[in-house]
């Protein structure tokens, strides 16, 4: 492991010294301005003589002024280093000298690139406290990348996109974030990337796999949060617990989301809800539609102990006006679609089937606006008011209390 010191240069060589012999780097990359660079050789004959030995080059900005062109040569510069460098060697930025536009620039450049930053102050300066460090009072001071414990844009932007369900865009930052933190946050998100991971799989109807993500994500951040103390993070996580815990009751409704159940339509209409936040209103009326279908699927299945899809004849009661036995197979089932379910609920007297029927006016006329949807058979956009009428009605027509809601996370 090679350790790899960029310093900034200035005119006096104190600071310089001072850093070089505490860091005792086996490789120096100098930043200097036109004027300072002359001073490179004095400082290497110095230390040579106290048999200190190390590689150095040299960056020179031409104008220690400008920050755009300090910042452009610090940014080639850490590009060098990261391009020599071993995977295992430390690499320390001390910006003590220089200008102020070639300090800054260094700074900025080494953001997120998991270097340590140094800088030699002192206890006694001249000009009461105000001027330069007095020589033989020089103390260094060191600090990890600051970029580590500032990432707060980064951080905020993966909760922007949970909050919006754009899980993909909140992957890649977590997953960006990993390898740019020290070892404890570099877990922090890796685990977070895995609960992500559910998340998005869970808004795509991937149940199982996504309540597997969630298992080992949610695990993972506890063993984190065991450790280290954050109320936000124990606030998402207890959500995600919640969470797991429906998809638990889904799966054993379902067979393990092999069947339709009741908890089936719960989690389509909150998915139907985050495609409507989204302004995705299309999207949400086809889940909305899809939703209404499975109410009838399932109470169907209740009442007559067989699927839509394939339903004996001799189970269906007769009802006047119904022509449903000129749709009988050779084999003596048929396939009811969405309206005949309900009409057959209601020939039995079934609470949905009722409702239904009581609402089937409203009902059809909404449907009628989907039907004509690009994503049905037409090639109008559906509104939003479209979706919150439909919506309604199915939430009072058939009392549908229970929604499972994503946490969200805010940093």
Same mark, same amino acid.
């Given at each position: 492991?090679a350790?790899r010191?960029?310093?900034?240069?200035?005119?006096?060589?104190?600071?310089i010294? !001072?850093?070089i012999?505490?860091?005792?780097?086996?490789e120096?990359?100098?930043?200097?301005?036109a004027q300072?660079v002359?001073?490179?050789?004095?400082l290497?004959?110095?230390?040579?003589?106290?048999?200190?030995?190390?590689?150095?080059?040299?960056?020179?900005v031409?104008?220690a002024?400008?920050?755009?062109?300090?910042y452009e040569?610090a940014?080639?510069?850490a590009?060098?280093?990261?391009?020599?460098?071993?995977?295992?060697?430390?690499?320390v930025?001390d910006?003590?000298?220089g200008?102020?536009?070639?300090?800054?620039?260094?700074?900025?450049?080494?953001?997120?690139?998991? !270097?340590?930053?140094?800088?030699?102050g #002192?206890?006694?300066?001249t000009?009461?406290?105000l001027?330069?460090?007095?020589l033989?009072?020089? &103390?260094l001071k060191?600090?990890?990348?600051?970029?580590e414990?500032?990432?707060v844009?980064?951080? @905020?932007?993966?909760?922007?996109y949970?909050?919006?369900?754009?899980?993909?865009?909140?992957?890649?930052?977590?997953? #960006?974030?990993s390898?740019?933190v020290g070892?404890s &946050?570099?877990?922090?998100?890796?685990?977070?990337?895995k609960?992500?991971e559910g !998340?998005?799989k869970?808004?795509?109807?991937?149940?199982?796999?996504?309540?597997?993500?969630? @298992?080992?994500?949610?695990?993972?951040?506890?063993e984190?949060?065991?450790?280290?103390?954050?109320?936000?993070l124990?606030?998402?996580?207890?959500?995600?617990?919640d969470?797991i815990?429906?998809?638990?009751?889904?799966g054993?409704?379902t067979?393990w989301?092999?069947?339709?159940?009741?908890?089936?339509?719960?989690?389509l209409?909150?998915?139907?809800?985050?495609? !409507?936040? &989204?302004?995705?209103?299309?999207?949400?009326?086809?889940?909305l539609?899809?939703?209404?279908?499975?109410?009838g699927?399932?109470?169907?299945?209740?009442?007559?102990?067989?699927?839509?899809s394939?339903?004996?004849?001799?189970?269906?009661p007769?009802v006047?006006?119904?022509?449903?036995?000129n749709?009988e197979?050779?084999? #003596?089932?048929l396939?009811?679609?969405?309206?005949d379910a309900?009409?057959a609920?209601?020939a039995v007297?079934?609470?949905?089937?009722?409702?239904?029927?009581?609402?089937?006016?409203?009902?059809d006329?909404?449907?009628?606006?989907?039907n004509q949807?690009?994503?049905?058979?037409?090639?109008?956009?559906?509104?939003s008011?479209t979706?919150e009428k439909?919506?309604?009605?199915?939430?009072?027509?058939?009392p549908?209390?229970?929604?499972?809601?994503?946490?969200?996370?805010?940093?």
């Amino acid at each position: 492991m090679a350790k790899r010191l960029i310093i900034s240069l200035g005119g006096s060589p104190e600071p310089i010294l !001072y850093s070089i012999r505490h860091h005792r780097p086996d490789e120096v990359y100098f930043f200097a301005s036109a004027q300072s660079v002359e001073g490179i050789g004095e400082l290497k004959r110095v230390l040579r003589e106290e048999g200190r030995k190390f590689g150095n080059q040299n960056f020179v900005v031409e104008d220690a002024n400008s920050l755009e062109q300090c910042y452009e040569k610090a940014v080639a510069l850490a590009d060098q280093v990261d391009r020599m460098k071993g995977v295992e060697d430390e690499v320390v930025i001390d910006a003590t000298g220089g200008t102020k536009p070639m300090s800054a620039a260094l700074i900025l450049a080494g953001v997120g690139r998991r !270097y340590r930053h140094s800088y030699v102050g #002192g206890s006694t300066r001249t000009k009461d406290g105000l001027g330069i460090v007095v020589l033989g009072s020089e &103390e260094l001071k060191t600090g990890v990348d600051p970029w580590e414990v500032f990432a707060v844009e980064e951080k @905020k932007r993966i909760g922007l996109y949970c909050r919006s369900f754009q899980f993909a865009a909140a992957i890649q930052v977590a997953h #960006g974030l990993s390898e740019r933190v020290g070892a404890s &946050e570099r877990l922090l998100f890796g685990h977070l990337a895995k609960l992500l991971e559910g !998340y998005k799989k869970w808004d795509c109807f991937q149940h199982k796999p996504a309540l597997e993500d969630l @298992k080992e994500g949610a695990k993972g951040l506890a063993e984190y949060l065991a450790v280290k103390s954050d109320i936000g993070l124990s606030g998402y996580l207890a959500g995600v617990n919640d969470n797991i815990d429906f998809l638990i009751t889904l799966g054993n409704e379902t067979n393990w989301f092999k069947k339709l159940a009741q908890g089936m339509v719960v989690d389509l209409l909150s998915n139907a809800r985050r495609r !409507y936040e &989204e302004g995705k209103f299309d999207d949400g009326v086809a889940r909305l539609y899809r939703s209404l279908e499975m109410i009838g699927q399932v109470s169907f299945e209740r009442h007559f102990h067989c699927s839509t899809s394939r339903v004996p004849s001799k189970v269906l009661p007769d009802v006047p006006g119904w022509s449903w036995r000129n749709r009988e197979k050779r084999d #003596g089932t048929l396939e009811l679609g969405l309206q005949d379910a309900f009409k057959a609920l209601a020939a039995v007297k079934a609470e949905v089937g009722l409702s239904y029927e009581k609402e089937s006016k409203a009902i059809d006329g909404l449907l009628l606006a989907r039907n004509q949807s690009i994503l049905a058979h037409g090639t109008s956009p559906v509104k939003s008011d479209t979706f919150e009428k439909l919506e309604g009605i199915l939430k009072t027509v058939f009392p549908i209390n229970e929604t499972v809601a994503f946490p969200e996370l805010r940093w």
